[in-house]
């Protein structure tokens, strides 16, 4: 069981996580708040399932996760909030978020990989997945889905990048209301810096990007590019150098080469 009240002592944002909604079984937490607008109308909205039916991973993946072990969560930001954001940079805000939380409460060395997966020893530990719904060129609402493996020990089936959950890497049991928590806290910090210094967001990213100077080859799915991860970009794009030509990369999955 998720104890709700060790989770709100632990809470201490001003918007993020202040609606909070805890839900046994959904087919996406990211599904829902996208499209449930009657329901769902305030940014900042946090819902969490124990177990999704059909959660989403990026690229039309599935994220699999097993039920009450892990966190899947998604947050809402509609454009009160998300008008004056650029999404790519709630990606990266995300990925940092989880990756600081980890390194504050359990001393483990995370690293990102481009776009936004959270790794430690080389192993995926966490995903997110952005989605919007947008107006004409307005932004109308964006959900920010997060899974992080917690207490999960073994990860049947097909993954496109070696799983671990953060008990496979202590050894202990992980208190799923703490690191929600810490997530939700850093999240909202890092959102409020996103807008005063965006600079400082992505040089933090950079520096726990551990891949920018390697050989990489870029994968979308059948395509794929080879050459060096040269930086990223003030929107959060990956920029490619291939025979001394720099790339801009929208999407795909990196890997060392
Ligand atoms: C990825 O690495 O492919 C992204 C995974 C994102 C998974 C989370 S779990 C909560 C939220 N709801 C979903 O359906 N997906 C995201």
């Known amino acids: 069981m998720f104890n709700l ?12 996580g202040r609606n909070f909604i805890y839900c046994d079984e959904i087919i996406s937490t990211n599904s829902e708040l996208l499209s449930n607008k009657q329901l769902y109308k ?50 990266l805000v995300a990925s940092l978020a989880v990756a600081l939380a980890i390194e504050n409460l359990y001393q483990l060395r995370t690293e990102l990989k481009w776009p936004n997966d959270v790794l430690i020893n080389g192993k995926k530990v966490a995903g997110i997945l952005i989605e919007t ?32 959950s953060l008990k496979l890497e202590t050894g202990v049991n992980v208190e799923r209301e703490t690191i929600l928590a810490e997530v939700l806290n850093i999240f909202e910090e890092l959102m409020i810096n996103l807008k005063k210094e965006p600079g400082s967001i992505l040089a933090d990213w950079r ?34 150098k291939r025979n001394d030509v720099i790339e801009k990369i929208h999407f795909g999955d990196v890997s060392l080469h």
Request: contains cysteine; charged residues 25%; proline residues 2%.
């Open 207 to 240: 520096s726990k990007c551990k891949m920018i100077g390697d050989k990489i080859t870029i994968t979308d799915g059948e395509q794929s590019k080879k050459g060096i991860f040269y930086d990223i970009d003030d929107d959060g794009y990956l920029l490619l």
């Open 5 to 16: 009240e060790n989770f709100d002592i632990k809470l201490e944002t001003d918007i993020i």
């Open 42 to 91: 305030k940014s900042g909205t946090v819902l969490l399932a124990e177990k999704q039916l059909k959660g989403k991973g990026r690229k039309d993946r599935t994220w699999q996760s097993a039920k009450g072990l892990n966190l899947t969560f998604s947050i809402l930001l509609k454009k009160d909030i998300a008008a004056a954001l650029n999404v790519n940079h709630l990606n």
């Open 133 to 164: 719904n947008i107006k004409g060129s307005n932004i109308e609402r964006v959900v920010i889905g997060i899974g992080i493996n917690l207490n999960q020990l073994v990860f049947q089936g097909e993954y496109n990048f070696p799983p671990t």
